[in-house]
């Protein structure tokens, strides 16, 4: 149902987060979703994650909220498609030793933790008769800046979309900050955001033939 999801995963998080060399993070999952949260029995389906700090991953079975190890290792960031035969909840795991310059100490002794549920439904009767567009989705972005100055002012977004279900948002900014959020954006929409510099909007949009990303970008001064 879907063949090209991206590899370079997108980064999800809801948090300004400046870049500091050397820092040792706690371990955080900005994303962890799936291309579809339904699918018909035999379709497969794509789990995507994202995760901070320096992280040892599992990805389990929590169905029976037993957490039942279907992957270890799997990275920081990646992706893996599934073909579930019922309905089920995966969880992404996340652990981290604690760290100083740069090498774990205390071997073996967890100090940060981080876990991530999703459900993906599985149907085992027919979808009704509409024909689903499964093409790969193909998207507009469009950026309008309200400031009078360029130097402060909202940002008006308008995308639309064919063959997406739905889509994630990314803000980069120029000087190394970057805003990634984890809610899902319908096909088509609009919002408004207030930049703090110049900044670049990305929108990667999902559907069951592949993705898309749009990008537009707003010049402040200073």
Not at 30 to 56: C, D, Q, R, Y
Not at 82 to 99: A, G, I, R, V
Request: aromatic share 8%; proline share 3%.
């Amino acid at each position: 149902m879907h063949r090209n999801i991206f590899s370079v995963v997108l980064l999800a998080c809801i948090f300004l987060v400046p870049s500091t060399a050397g820092a040792a993070s706690k371990v955080r999952i900005n994303l962890f979703t799936s291309s579809s949260a339904e699918i018909l029995s035999g379709e497969s389906v794509t789990l995507i994650w994202n995760v901070s700090g320096k992280p040892n991953c599992q990805l389990r079975d929590d169905t029976n909220n037993d957490g039942k190890l279907l992957r270890d290792n799997v990275g920081q960031y990646g992706e893996l498609t599934l073909t579930p035969q019922k309905t089920t909840k995966y969880m992404l795991y996340c652990t981290q030793l604690k760290y100083k310059d740069g090498r774990s100490i205390d071997q073996g002794q967890v100090i940060y933790s981080d876990q991530e549920t999703l459900k993906v439904t599985v149907k085992k009767t027919k979808r009704s008769l509409e024909i689903p567009n499964t093409g790969k989705p193909t998207c507009t972005l469009k950026a309008v800046d309200k400031s009078k100055n360029k130097v402060n002012g909202s940002v008006k977004l308008a995308w639309t979309s064919v063959a997406a279900d739905y889509a994630l948002l990314t803000v980069d900014y120029a000087h190394g900050f970057d805003i990634h959020q984890k809610k899902r954006y319908k096909p088509k929409g609009s919002l408004t955001h207030k930049p703090e510099q110049s900044a670049t909007y990305r929108l990667n949009f999902f559907g069951k033939g592949g993705t898309a990303a749009c990008e537009a970008q707003i010049d402040r001064k200073g």
